[in-house]
Antibody, heavy 114, light 109 residues
């Protein structure tokens, strides 16, 4: 069974940093692109970042560029999202997903507030 | 790049058909056959219903179908059932960034 489990969310003050993790199982991790998509409370979906299977292709949404860094460790079947200079509008449930989204995790909640 | 445009809400009675539109531009929806649709029930993670405009993942009922004409993609749900009541999001994943629509709330009357 394919599983994606996010962790690392929490309550954090504006300007601080947080690192999200996504641990995968049930499929060949190093064959798959991984993406992060977020959903602010009561709002729609927003793509944040994506990384190809070999880390050769990395992309960011404009809102994440320069502040967030995506990475992966295929040996650990894990993907990470380092989020710096967090703002209140980064408050959201952050999902990781495989390829085009056949499989999603349950998400990890990030709340940015003073 | 702007988000894709979807109607805020649609509704239909059980057994009827509904269509949700998703309008982009010639740079995204219009230029590539990389449009997906996700269903999201309250408190749940999104579920992929359609990819590559009109392909259904295994396990998705054939009541769900996708199409595209020009810069507009569409999701049609036929034989509406109560469990279809949910939010639906379209997505263009042709390149970077992925673009999502604002979401459409489907109400089954």
């Amino acid at each position: 069974e394919v599983q994606l489990v996010e962790s690392g969310g929490g309550l954090i003050q504006p300007g601080r940093s947080l690192r999200l993790s996504c641990v995968a199982s049930g499929f060949t991790f190093d064959d798959s692109a991984i993406h992060w998509v977020r959903q602010a409370p009561g709002k729609g979906l927003e793509w944040v970042s994506g990384i190809s299977w070999n880390s050769a292709n990395i992309d960011y949404a404009g809102s994440a560029k320069g502040r967030f860094t995506i990475s992966r460790d295929n040996a650990k079947s894990s993907c990470y999202l380092q989020m710096n200079s967090l703002r209140t509008d980064d408050t959201a449930l952050y999902y990781c997903l495989k390829d085009i989204g056949l499989n999603w995790g349950l998400g990890t909640l990030v709340t940015v507030s003073s | 790049q702007s988000a894709l445009t979807q109607p805020r809400s649609v509704s239909g009675s059980p057994g009827q058909s509904v269509t949700i539109s998703c309008t982009g531009t010639s740079s995204d929806v219009g230029d590539y056959n990389y449009v997906s649709w996700y269903q999201q029930h309250p408190g749940r993670a999104p579920k992929l219903m359609i990819y590559d405009v009109d392909k259904r993942p295994s396990g998705v009922p054939d009541r769900f179908s996708g199409s595209k004409s020009g810069n507009t993609a569409s999701l049609t749900i036929s034989g509406l059932q109560a469990e279809d009541e949910a939010d639906y999001y379209c997505c263009s994943y042709a390149g970077s960034p992925w673009l999502f629509g604002g979401g459409t709330m489907l109400t089954v009357l």
